[in-house]
């Protein structure tokens, strides 16, 4: 099965917002209301920052918001900090009882 | 507070066996599934495997089906990676995972990772 489709980079100045996309199947994306988020610094282990396409847990900013419409769902970052600067992936449970990530999204604050 | 810390990764021959281990503290870990994800170097994330609370269902990736085994002994607080048949395409930084509770396909703590190199 193939990885869950995000751009490779998307970049935005302090302030803006910015909006990853991750594209999957009526296999994935599509069919459940399983996808989450991650946001993963260099060196080091992935956070969760959205579950359930939009839920948050608890301590992480709401400055992140999560969406979904039909087999694509969308990471929203809002008033972007320099410390966004990360890679960020979305994943999602799949019909074959497995999860499926994203390839990953290089962020880049200018 | 939620600690995992891998252990068991190393340099190993294609074709050869490893065993990872994930020591877990900080939640009641027998209540929680747990996950294997793995990154290869420079590269994305990958799910590996799955086992729920109790041990009695797992799920794993296509690309390791049949090779690896995931299990767990709650009554010490540890969930295992058996890694056989190795190839170079394994060689990542493992990843242990706690999933949130309602579904297994989230994960909201993470430890930093063993690495594995599957090299000759």
């Known amino acids: 099965q193939s990885a869950l489709t995000q751009p490779a980079s998307v970049s935005g100045s302090p302030g803006q917002s910015i909006t990853i996309s991750c594209t999957g199947t009526?296999?994935?994306?599509?069919?459940?209301?399983?996808v989450s988020w991650y946001q993963q610094h260099p060196g080091k282990a992935p956070k969760l920052l959205i579950y359930?396409?939009?839920s948050r847990p608890s301590g992480v900013s709401d400055r992140f918001s999560g969406s979904k419409s039909g087999n694509t769902a969308s990471l929203t970052i809002s008033g972007l900090q320099a410390e966004d600067e990360a890679d960020y992936y979305c994943?999602?449970?799949?019909?074959?009882?497995?999860?499926?990530f994203g390839g990953g999204t290089k962020l880049t604050v200018l | 507070e939620v600690q995992l810390l891998e252990s068991g990764g190393g340099l190993i021959q294609p074709g050869g066996s490893l065993r990872l281990s994930c020591a877990a503290s900080?939640?009641?870990?027998?209540?929680?599934?747990m996950s294997w994800v793995r990154q290869a170097p420079g590269k994305g994330l990958e799910w590996v495997s799955t086992?729920?609370?109790?041990?009695?269902?797992?799920y794993y990736a296509d690309s390791v089906k049949g090779r690896f085994t995931i299990s767990r002994d709650n009554s010490k607080n540890t969930l295992y990676l058996q890694m056989n048949s190795l190839r170079a395409e394994d060689t990542a930084l493992y990843y242990c995972?706690?999933?949130?509770?309602?579904?297994?396909?989230?994960?909201?703590?993470w430890g930093q990772g063993t690495l594995v190199t599957v090299s000759s």
């Open positions: 009526s296999s994935d994306v599509g069919v459940y209301n399983y």
């Open positions: 086992i729920s609370g109790g041990g009695a269902k797992t």
């Open positions: 900080g939640f009641t870990f027998g209540s929680c599934d």
């Open positions: 994943s999602s449970y799949t019909s074959s009882t497995t999860v499926i």
């Open positions: 995972a706690k999933a949130i509770g309602g579904g297994w396909s989230k994960h909201d703590y």
């Open positions: 359930d396409v939009s």
